[in-house]
């Protein structure tokens, strides 16, 4: 008898320990990750104990008959198993302090993501567990039905807090893998953090007695049987208490929250002012924004060999005249108009080379969709594209592409071909008629179509309105764990390219201006000549041209109407296509404009590489590994780029520090250097991908030296985005120096490393 007693205390004792160490497991923000890893350990040697003291439990397994109650605790019971052995083997997957030799056991998105999920049903689960022994635990109790009514009410009000809370706190969007991350809110106390796990473990709890209540009930004598509707009403009033809390919060934030209203807040902007007395923000620059009024258009958009006549109207003050083009090719009508090009400094996550300042912008016609497959390859030929699909957009092409496709477009529909391309330019004929590359300026006018905010949508963007990193909208890097404040919450990432056309247009009818691909530009890469007011066409030579409008792994703040990429001549990538235009006007300056100094590097790569060094930054040692397999294979010197304060060890802690130095663009300082840089003449750079980009102190090593005249050959270490923005961070940062064709990791490469390493060297040129 005393041993039965013993055992029974026991397992009372593990389930009490089980429940605190869980509550202090889901209170991440307090623990922190080192901690929260040795927790969980201390976690999953309970569940074994717990397992072996419950063995006689497994061996009754399948004797005696299921009865309702039983059933319930079986099913319940056996979920909550599972649940905790998804959570800890996931965990484990991505421990990088109890278990490190375990990381990377399965792919760590993958696991990020089941680990979230799993230790919330298991959250949910433990308390249904707790619930259900309730009654058997307070079956001896001695009580008055009066007490003990009184009793289940407090209860059932703790109970609907406990929902509310569950509801608030966004737990449903975890149980069912909505969002990727958690979204913690670091500043709430440690103690009320607790208290509100508790809160809603009772709620599960609660709900877990009241279910077992109506199943005992049902196995009694007549004579011994309660009201079966006490337990369903109890359940019912918790419910119905949580969601009217959740309502009213709900309506409550929704009035008074901080979501973006960019016209609200460029105005409190403007009528704001410094410490020196001059007023700031963007209110009197809209004032002067002169757009053209465009009724809606219809546009005809060419299907195999159909065409159909399209006519747009314009209005011109009071009058309205027709514009009739005479080449049928659907593209869009854009009048001419007055813009703001750039962005305002109120705007968030803006770059300095975005300098506001005042264009105007004559006549011309654009494609309203992106360029497709078909089409680049009825005229090209070949489909360099990654993604497969007749109206998917064409990638992988590079700006020399783009201008040749341009010229076959021509010569297919009868058209002067605008550019003529030689051995060291290109040449464009303004004149021409036929089909060419957007200017910068003409992108961004038709991209905005008269909007003054971020995006041509006049708000957020959502996965549901174009496609990019969807995990990741705007303005999230500073509110990555309370994200309720966001206009648009974290939505579906689709990790490849769509048919173009899949969501609504822009005002002026353009499809895809954010997301999907990147489009290629006419103008060279370089800082705004704001004298240049009128058809800007960009620096007349350079190293690097534009691309705007963002792709399929971008992240929100980098498809800004305003966001300027650069590449340079030869670049190609999976997310990086064309949309081309054409003049409106037959009396357009025939002025040429001279595109010189192509950057063909894929002629000039050979064998013959000089002497390398491989320099990486790391975090978390994915990028160290590669680097270090790059060194098995090349022999080359290797230097690593450390700064002198140090990130923090702590994952949730590195990124808001990296998104804090990305969005005041610091400069690290760094513990070492390169003394003898000249004598290298091929740098691989590493870095891990950082909230879409290069870790700053990646920044810092690149303007510290002089490139010109170098290759810098990228990789990068990802978790999905790729390479995210981080070429044209390099790019930007190192103007003369060649990129290489880069590499992108995911997470730490696994067994199929060494050969992509191998592969990618040979295709620069960089076997040993």
């Keep these: 008898m005393h041993g039965k007693q013993n055992n029974r205390m026991i397992r009372r004792i593990i389930d009490t320990c089980m429940t605190a160490l869980l509550l202090c497991l889901m209170a991440y923000q307090v623990t922190g990750e080192q901690a929260h890893e040795w927790i969980g350990m201390g ?26 109650y039983r059933i319930l605790t079986t099913v319940v019971n056996v979920l909550l198993l599972l649940s905790f052995v998804l959570t800890a083997f996931c965990g ?25 999920s ?56 975890y149980l069912f893998f909505r969002v990727p991350f958690a979204f913690l809110d670091y500043e709430k106390a440690g103690a009320l953090v607790i208290l509100e796990n508790v809160l809603m473990l009772l709620f599960w709890a609660f709900a877990g007695a009241q279910g077992a209540a109506l199943c005992r009930n049902l196995h009694r004598k007549n004579e011994d049987k309660k009201n079966p509707l006490i337990p369903v009403i109890l359940m019912m009033a918790a419910i119905i ?61 060419q299907d195999g060999n159909e065409s159909i006549k399209e006519t747009s109207a314009v209005q ?39 300098t506001q300042h005042e264009v105007r912008v004559s006549a011309f016609y654009i494609d309203p969709y992106e360029t497709t497959q078909e089409e680049y390859e009825r005229l090209m030929a070949e489909n360099p594209s990654t993604f497969e699909g007749e109206k998917l957009p064409v990638e992988n092409i590079s700006w020399l592409d783009a201008v040749r496709f341009a010229n076959a477009k021509s010569a297919d529909a009868g058209l002067t071909p605008v550019y003529t391309i030689t051995d060291d330019k290109v040449s464009w004929d303004m004149s021409a008629d036929g089909y060419r590359l957007p200017t910068e300026a003409e992108w961004e006018y038709a991209c905005r179509a008269g909007t003054v905010t971020p995006f041509n949508t006049e708000k957020s963007l959502d996965a549901a309105e174009a496609n990019f990193y969807g995990h990741y909208p705007y303005e999230i890097e500073e509110n990555y764990f309370n994200n309720s404040v966001l206009e648009a919450r974290p939505g579906e990432y689709r990790q490849t390219t769509i048919e173009v056309g899949s ?19 006419w103008d060279y890469y370089g800082e705004y000549d704001i004298s240049i007011t009128e058809d800007p066409t960009g620096p007349q030579s350079g190293t690097r041209h534009i691309y705007r409008g963002g792709g399929w792994n971008d992240f929100a703040k980098n498809m800004r109407s305003a966001y300027r990429a650069a590449g340079q001549t030869d670049m190609e990538a999976y997310n990086l296509g064309v949309r081309l235009a054409r003049n409106a006007e037959s009396d357009r300056s025939g002025t040429a404009v001279v595109s010189e100094d192509l950057q063909r590097t894929d002629l000039q790569r050979t064998d013959s590489h000089g002497k390398v060094l491989i320099a990486y930054f790391s975090w978390s040692g994915n990028t160290r590994g590669i680097a270090q397999e790059i060194q098995r294979q090349t022999g080359a010197d290797i230097f690593e780029i450390s700064p002198v304060d140090p990130y923090s ?15 005041k663009q610091a400069r690290p300082a760094l513990t070492e250097h390169v003394d003898n840089m000249d004598d290298y003449d091929v740098i691989i750079l590493g870095y891990p991908n950082w909230w879409a980009s290069i870790p700053l102190p990646i920044a810092s090593f690149l303007e510290e030296y002089d490139f010109s005249g170098k290759r810098i050959i990228p990789f990068c270490s990802h978790g999905g985005g790729r390479f995210g923005q981080s070429l044209t961070a390099i790019a930007k940062l190192a103007l003369n120096a060649d990129i290489g064709e880069g590499l992108s990791v995911h997470y730490s490469g696994g067994s199929a490393l060494p050969d992509d390493v191998s592969a990618w060297l040979d295709r620069n040129g960089l076997s040993r």
């Design 118 to 173: 799993m230790s919330h049903w298991a959250f949910v689960l433990m308390g249904l567990h707790l619930g259900l022994h309730v009654p058997a635990m307070t079956a001896k109790m001695k009580m008055t039905g009066k007490i003990r009514m009184m009793i289940s009410a407090a209860f059932c009000l703790i109970a609907g807090i406990g929902l509310f809370l569950f509801l608030k706190n966004g737990m449903p969007d």
């Design 92 to 116: 484990m997957s991505m421990s990088g302090y109890a278990v490190p030799f375990l990381y990377g056991m399965t792919k760590v998105s993958f696991a990020r993501r089941m680990h979230l």
């Design 43 to 68: 976690m999953v040697v309970l569940v074994i104990v717990h397992q072996i003291l419950n063995r006689k439990w497994y061996a009754a397994f399948f004797k005696g008959k299921y009865k309702g």
């Design 503 to 521: 969501f609504s247009p822009n005002a002026w009818g353009l499809y895809d201006c954010h997301g999907n691909v990147n489009e290629w530009c």
């Design 241 to 301: 208490l949580g969601l009217v809390l959740y309502t009213g919060f709900s309506a409550d934030k929704e009035q008074g929250s901080g979501i973006t209203d960019w016209n609200k807040s460029g105005q409190a902007a403007a009528e704001k002012m410094d410490d020196a007395g001059d007023e700031t923000g963007i209110e009197e620059l809209k004032e002067q924004t002169v757009v053209p009024d465009i009724e809606k258009e219809t546009s005809a958009v």
């Design 649 to 663: 060890s702590d994952y949730n802690t590195v990124l808001m520090e990296a998104q804090e130095d990305q969005h």
């Design 316 to 354: 011109d003050g009071n009058k309205s005249i027709k514009e009739t083009s005479a080449v049928q090719d659907g593209y869009v009508f854009i009048d001419e108009g007055t813009f703001l090009m750039g962005s305002p400094e109120s705007e968030n996550w803006r770059i300095d080379d975005e």
